[in-house]
């Protein structure tokens, strides 16, 4: 068991790593207290003010302090 810290809107959240996908990432944020919906669209913040959709079924490969953003999907702002 290999256990990975990410951060998701501000929240810590410790998931089972090295590798999931990003309805895993978003049930495991819920579990453990965020307040976000599954159906939300999930982003992971990348360097240089990017950032990448992750779909639910897409695979992501966690690394400690990787930080995710999850917003429902008719946030258009």
Request: charged share 20%; hydrophobic share 40%; glycine share 6%.
């Amino acid at each position: 068991l290999h256990l990975v810290d990410i951060v998701v809107n501000k929240h810590q959240v410790r998931i089972q790593g090295p590798r999931t996908t990003g309805l895993q990432i978003k049930e495991a944020a819920i579990a453990q207290g965020v307040k976000i919906q599954i159906s939300f669209q999930l982003s992971e913040k990348l360097s240089d003010h990017k950032t990448k959709v992750i779909g639910n079924t897409d695979p992501v490969a966690l690394h400690e302090g990787a930080v995710f953003v999850a917003v429902a999907d008719d946030d258009n702002s």
